[in-house]
């Protein structure tokens, strides 16, 4: 397909739900940090409550929407939301310290302060999904932007054919909430996880036993996995979070299994300033990645998807 | 009929009254040049703060206007790519220059601005709200083109679910003066854009030149409560049916000489723009080589994104005080042609020039039309003008469509 026959909505198979907070668009609210828990080295969750029980109240948001934090004097973020939509007074996310903002994020403590506004953009097709085969692919941090949904098809098992949750990482370091796998798998959630490779001495079930840090699972491509589950082409949503070229595989991958371009789901990630469509940094083609995504349909931006530098 | 039986008197009984009697909006009225000063000093009384068009640093720019005389009367300006010149021509009028570098995004969306405040107190961090008031504005001598350009912006700022606050309030207020312009400079391709070159809506007043008057045509309510307290200081004659035919008429002559223009060798090309299938057309062809080419040419200096009145990108950027404990948000423009806009994760999506002039171009002539419903170009010329190198966009659109497999036997 021509990006030109593509339509002018790309989001046009996602629910339209309030991407933007009401009201003034840099209004801000003041969050403390309750907790902070190492998940992997240099990847924490910050555990986040409003001051304001009014704003908490009122607060409301759905699996793969992001707010934006705000460390003043230092700058703000687009960080997705990973704890549970049905307890949005409790707001985590997971952050890779790789910049201003998320250094800085990682020298606070808990009791500091910081400045969320939120939530924004379009959400993973969670609710629209019921009674499907739910497939979330995640690579590295995606599973952040991805655990929110996880949380919520946990609880909601029974409403879902069945949930896969399939997690590709560098080495076994790189796996993200690997103490919640139990709980996710008592729920009915199939867990399956995959690493690109292992570090030199990681003792495996060939050369040794018995050792903690040993890895018996899989080396491999997250696509590998992917590619080995049974996907029934009518049944069968596909949602993915990972870097641009992982997503195009794992989206071809789903495709091979004849699940429709419009039954899989991308979460893309890019610079913004305001999250409402007014700084124009996070264009994507004709797209607004804020707005009019983070999650897109993989139909609508494929086009986009394949074009170097875009 | 002697011209004093024409004296505006307050006819229509339908008209909203304005306490005292003024011309009503749609009609017309004339302004001889020397009412330009208590026009000025009406709009000053106000309350507003006035901006007009300059003569500084060799080129005509919008600046805080206070005496009619400081407008550019008698100067006209050449322009081309990456070339403008100012040129004295004593048959030209007030508003004879064509647009500079300014345009009313300078004022409406100004390129720094505060968008918060917060403070630290015990060791929490909380938002303050005092965002500054500031004058309504009124700007004299807008043209087709950026009334258009306005048009675009609205749809930027105030178009869809968040509504830009500074902008909404700075529109709000905003009173407009449009000139219809009586020349075109060879950058200039409104009439292949639909933008102009008459101004068509959306101004308070609307002023076509003729010698030693203007014919004025009131455009809203609140031109007609300017007009009627101008009443109140000199006498308003109204513009005969044929008078106005006659000013239409200019603006009319002007847009069929631009669409006859022809290229003269020794003189600038004067340009126009197809704009026929545009979207499709760009974004059919994003791997097209003239990327890469136009790349070898471009500086990615951002001066046309700065210049263009509907550019609208923006970063924000911390502004604490010693203490670190006060914090000012600032809001600026940014532009596609840097390696910051489209950062991600300490490198740039867009690395090359190549990636990044194909980014404004496709946003402004395609990605606008997905995401506010129009095109981002009014068809003014200042990318071309300001453009160190001359860098063409009816050009690089041209030389695409004319080997894009996408129009192949069209």
Request: charged share 20%; hydrophobic share 40%; proline share 7%.
């Given at each position: 397909?021509?990006?030109?026959?593509?339509?002018?909505s790309?989001?046009?198979?996602?629910?339209?739900?309030?991407?933007?907070?009401?009201?003034?668009?840099?209004?801000?609210?003041?969050?403390?940090?309750?907790?902070?828990?190492?998940?992997?080295?240099?990847?924490?969750?910050?555990?986040?409550?409003?001051?304001?029980?009014?704003?908490?109240?009122?607060?409301?948001?759905?699996?793969?929407?992001?707010?934006?934090?705000?460390?003043?004097?230092?700058?703000?973020?687009?960080i997705?939301?990973?704890s549970?939509?049905?307890?949005?007074?409790?707001?985590?996310?997971?952050?890779?310290?790789?910049?201003?903002?998320?250094?800085a994020?990682?020298?606070?403590?808990?009791?500091?302060?910081?400045?969320?506004?939120?939530?924004?953009?379009?959400?993973?097709?969670?609710?629209?999904?019921?009674?499907?085969?739910?497939?979330?692919?995640?690579?590295?941090?995606?599973?952040?932007?991805?655990?929110?949904?996880?949380?919520?098809?946990?609880?909601?098992?029974?409403?879902?054919?069945?949930?896969?949750?399939?997690?590709?990482?560098?080495?076994?370091?790189?796996?993200?909430?690997?103490?919640?796998?139990?709980?996710?798998?008592?729920?009915?959630?199939?867990?399956?996880?995959i690493?690109?490779?292992?570090?030199?001495?990681?003792?495996?079930?060939?050369?040794?036993?018995?050792?903690?840090?040993?890895?018996?699972?899989?080396?491999?491509?997250?696509?590998?996995?992917?590619?080995?589950?049974?996907m029934?082409?009518?049944?069968?949503?596909?949602?993915?979070?990972?870097?641009?070229?992982?997503m195009?595989?794992?989206?071809?991958?789903?495709?091979?299994?004849?699940?429709?371009?419009?039954?899989?789901?991308?979460?893309?990630?890019?610079?913004?300033?305001?999250?409402?469509?007014?700084?124009?940094?996070?264009?994507?083609?004709?797209?607004?990645?804020?707005?009019?995504?983070?999650?897109?349909?993989?139909?609508?931006?494929e086009?986009?998807?394949?074009?170097?530098?875009? | 009929?002697?011209?004093?039986?024409?004296?505006?008197?307050?006819?229509?009984?339908?008209?909203?009254?304005?306490?005292?009697?003024?011309?009503?909006?749609?009609?017309?009225?004339?302004?001889?040049?020397?009412?330009?000063?208590?026009?000025?000093?009406?709009l000053?009384?106000?309350?507003?703060?006035?901006?007009?068009?300059?003569?500084?640093d060799g080129?005509?720019?919008?600046?805080?206007?206070?005496e009619?005389?400081?407008?550019?009367?008698?100067?006209?300006?050449?322009?081309?790519?990456?070339?403008?010149?100012?040129?004295?021509?004593?048959?030209?009028?007030?508003?004879?220059?064509v647009?500079?570098?300014?345009?009313?995004?300078?004022?409406?969306?100004?390129?720094?601005?505060?968008?918060?405040?917060?403070?630290?107190?015990?060791?929490?961090?909380?938002?303050?709200?005092?965002?500054?008031?500031?004058?309504?504005?009124?700007?004299?001598?807008?043209?087709?083109?950026?009334?258009?350009?306005?048009?675009?912006?609205?749809?930027?700022?105030?178009?869809?679910?968040?509504?830009?606050?500074?902008?909404?309030?700075?529109?709000?207020?905003?009173?407009?003066?449009?000139?219809?312009?009586?020349?075109?400079?060879?950058?200039?391709?409104?009439?292949?854009?639909?933008?102009?070159?008459?101004?068509?809506?959306?101004?308070?007043?609307?002023?076509?030149?003729?010698?030693?008057?203007?014919a004025?045509?009131?455009?809203?309510?609140?031109?007609?409560?300017?007009?009627?307290?101008?009443?109140?200081?000199?006498?308003?004659?109204?513009?005969?049916?044929?008078?106005r035919?006659?000013?239409?008429?200019?603006?009319?002559?002007?847009?069929?000489?631009?669409?006859?223009?022809?290229?003269?060798?020794?003189?600038?090309?004067?340009?126009?723009?197809?704009?026929?299938?545009?979207?499709?057309?760009?974004?059919?062809?994003?791997?097209?080589?003239?990327?890469?080419?136009?790349?070898?040419?471009?500086?990615?200096?951002?001066?046309?994104?700065?210049?263009?009145?509907?550019?609208?990108?923006?970063?924000?950027?911390?502004?604490?005080?010693?203490?670190?404990?006060?914090?000012?948000?600032?809001?600026?423009?940014?532009?596609?042609?840097?390696?910051?806009h489209?950062?991600?994760?300490?490198?740039?999506?867009?690395?090359?020039?190549?990636?990044?002039y194909?980014?404004?171009?496709?946003?402004?002539?395609?990605?606008?039309?997905?995401?506010?419903?129009?095109?981002?170009?009014?068809?003014?010329?200042?990318?071309?003008?300001?453009?160190?190198?001359?860098?063409?966009?009816?050009?690089?659109?041209?030389?695409?469509?004319?080997?894009?497999?996408?129009d192949?036997?069209?």
């Amino acid at each position: 397909m021509s990006p030109a026959e593509c339509s002018p909505s790309p989001a046009n198979s996602l629910p339209a739900v309030a991407t933007v907070p009401a009201g003034y668009p840099w209004r801000s609210h003041t969050v403390r940090i309750e907790g902070i828990v190492e998940e992997i080295p240099g990847v924490q969750t910050y555990d986040l409550r409003f001051l304001d029980q009014e704003v908490a109240g009122r607060y409301r948001f759905l699996p793969g929407q992001f707010n934006m934090l705000h460390l003043p004097g230092i700058g703000e973020a687009a960080i997705s939301i990973s704890s549970d939509p049905a307890n949005p007074q409790q707001l985590a996310h997971t952050v890779r310290a790789v910049g201003n903002v998320t250094d800085a994020l990682a020298r606070l403590h808990p009791g500091d302060t910081l400045m969320l506004r939120g939530p924004f953009g379009r959400p993973w097709p969670v609710a629209e999904s019921t009674g499907r085969d739910l497939v979330l692919v995640a690579g590295g941090l995606g599973l952040a932007s991805q655990r929110a949904a996880i949380r919520e098809l946990a609880r909601r098992r029974a409403e879902y054919a069945s949930v896969t949750v399939v997690h590709g990482a560098k080495e076994p370091s790189g796996l993200l909430y690997t103490h919640e796998y139990r709980e996710w798998k008592a729920a009915g959630v199939v867990v399956r996880t995959i690493v690109d490779g292992l570090p030199q001495g990681t003792a495996t079930t060939e050369n040794a036993a018995g050792d903690a840090a040993m890895w018996d699972g899989r080396v491999g491509l997250v696509t590998d996995l992917v590619n080995e589950l049974t996907m029934l082409s009518d049944r069968t949503t596909l949602l993915c979070c990972g870097p641009d070229p992982m997503m195009t595989a794992v989206a071809h991958a789903a495709l091979r299994h004849d699940v429709p371009a419009e039954q899989v789901f991308v979460s893309l990630e890019r610079n913004m300033a305001c999250a409402v469509r007014h700084c124009g940094l996070c264009q994507f083609g004709p797209v607004f990645v804020c707005q009019d995504g983070p999650v897109f349909s993989f139909a609508a931006i494929e086009p986009y998807l394949s074009i170097p530098h875009l | 009929m002697h011209a004093d039986d024409r004296v505006v008197q307050d006819t229509d009984p339908l008209r909203p009254t304005q306490g005292r009697g003024g011309p009503a909006v749609g009609s017309w009225v004339w302004l001889p040049t020397e009412t330009l000063q208590p026009l000025i000093d009406v709009l000053r009384t106000d309350g507003m703060r006035v901006i007009g068009p300059q003569v500084a640093d060799g080129a005509v720019v919008y600046r805080d206007l206070a005496e009619a005389g400081d407008l550019p009367v008698g100067w006209i300006d050449e322009q081309d790519g990456g070339h403008y010149r100012l040129q004295h021509d004593p048959e030209a009028g007030f508003f004879d220059h064509v647009v500079g570098p300014h345009s009313l995004k300078n004022f409406l969306f100004p390129a720094r601005e505060t968008i918060g405040h917060f403070l630290r107190e015990d060791g929490t961090w909380r938002q303050v709200e005092d965002l500054p008031e500031e004058p309504p504005l009124a700007v004299i001598g807008v043209r087709g083109c950026d009334l258009a350009g306005l048009a675009i912006q609205d749809r930027v700022f105030l178009g869809g679910e968040a509504v830009d606050p500074g902008y909404h309030r700075r529109r709000e207020s905003l009173f407009l003066v449009a000139v219809n312009c009586r020349r075109a400079a060879a950058t200039c391709f409104c009439h292949s854009t639909g933008c102009g070159p008459a101004a068509s809506a959306g101004f308070d007043l609307c002023l076509t030149e003729f010698p030693g008057r203007f014919a004025c045509e009131v455009g809203s309510e609140r031109g007609a409560a300017v007009l009627a307290k101008l009443q109140e200081k000199v006498p308003l004659i109204a513009c005969t049916d044929s008078e106005r035919a006659a000013a239409a008429e200019q603006s009319e002559r002007l847009e069929q000489a631009m669409h006859a223009r022809q290229r003269v060798a020794g003189e600038p090309a004067p340009r126009s723009l197809n704009t026929e299938g545009i979207r499709d057309l760009l974004y059919d062809n994003l791997e097209h080589p003239r990327w890469e080419e136009v790349a070898t040419r471009c500086l990615s200096c951002t001066n046309c994104t700065l210049v263009c009145p509907t550019c609208f990108c923006s970063s924000v950027s911390e502004v604490a005080d010693l203490s670190g404990d006060a914090v000012q948000r600032e809001r600026h423009w940014a532009s596609c042609f840097t390696l910051d806009h489209a950062r991600m994760h300490g490198t740039s999506v867009r690395s090359s020039t190549a990636s990044r002039y194909r980014q404004w171009l496709t946003h402004k002539l395609a990605g606008w039309i997905d995401q506010f419903g129009t095109s981002g170009c009014t068809g003014c010329g200042r990318c071309i003008t300001w453009c160190p190198v001359g860098i063409d966009i009816t050009e690089e659109v041209a030389a695409i469509r004319a080997t894009s497999p996408h129009d192949e036997g069209a």
